[in-house]
């Protein structure tokens, strides 16, 4: 079921599923409206927005209603608020996935599903590396959000997780170049680490864990800056960041690249693990892994009670098995290093 403010656009978008779909009126900012659309629902799947002007409204619907719930952008202020009803998502056997189609998800999974597979084959790891950029179009939605989640934030020092706890790194090293090697190829990359990430960065406390994202120019970061640091109105943000995005020419629409050193059998053992996405696929891989997750809630293959991030949600292996049968371009190597 499809629901959204615009009737005559959700049955036309219904139509190209045949009788495997209905279109109906829906306002999110309405709690009434939402409670009517969640009462019909065992999944809701939200990709409304921007979460700066929908917050919790539709998560906190689903609970009413006690439906399952996959959304495409909480970010970690959806997640925070759904936190003092864990136990009894938990006990409802509910699942309630946030942000499984920001950045699009993967960002999280990939090191998560990297790290899996390097213990299988190594005795100790001593580090990760990650990186991650995409050179798609962004939604004014999406926009809006990564205007006011700068805001939100303001300016961080660079660091990376030392064995699950933050650290602040150099200055030296907040931005370097990096050869991802192919498709992506080279380019410079900055030190970052959202909210998703940090949790991946505390829960391998084991070893090391840095993270970065692709930086297309030093204008990037005089953006950023500037939003942080002056009250600039928020449709001068939003053209100062699409400018900056469209500067990322990149080989590829998008990519997540994960990097495990360690040692096996006393030998230096790297694990390298990617994701690209192209040729204008960037919105049809943010789709398929919010679906991916739905579909497996509905056929109940293992999706974790409670409320999660992906990355803590699923199994790692199980979930990219999933992903790799629907078309992603997931691979990854061994390789002895000094």
Partial sequence: MIGGRDLAKGKALAAQFEDRASAVQLDVLDDRSLDDFCCRCSIVVNCGGPVKALQDRAAQAAFRRRCHYVDAAGMSLVKERLLRHQKEIEDLGLSFVV???????????????????????????????????????????????AVWFVRETGLRSPGYFRKGKWTRAKLSDASRRFNLGSPVGSGRFVMVSLPELSEVGCRLDD??????????????????????????????????LRNAFRRNRLPVEGFVVAQILGRSQGRGLALTAQI??????????????????????????????????????VDPIAFMTELRKAGVEQSETFELCE
């Fill in 99 to 145: 942000s499984a189609g920001w950045n699009p998800g993967l960002t999280e999974l990939l090191p998560v599903y990297a790290d899996a597979r390097a213990r299988a084959q190594m005795d100790t790891i001593e580090s990760l590396k990650v990186y991650f950029g995409d050179s798609g179009e962004w939604s004014a939605s999406a926009l809006r959000d």
């Fill in 276 to 313: 690209v996405y192209k040729e204008r696929r960037d919105y049809w891989i943010h789709g398929l892994v919010l679906a991916t997750v739905a579909r497996m809630i509905s056929e109940s293959k293992g999706v974790k009670a409670g409320v999660h991030f992906p990355a803590d949600a």
């Fill in 207 to 240: 070893y090391d864990v840095y993270t970065y994202t692709y930086l297309s120019g030093f204008r990037t970061i005089m953006t950023t800056t500037m939003m942080a640091l002056v009250p600039l109105p928020e449709g001068v943000g939003v053209r100062w």
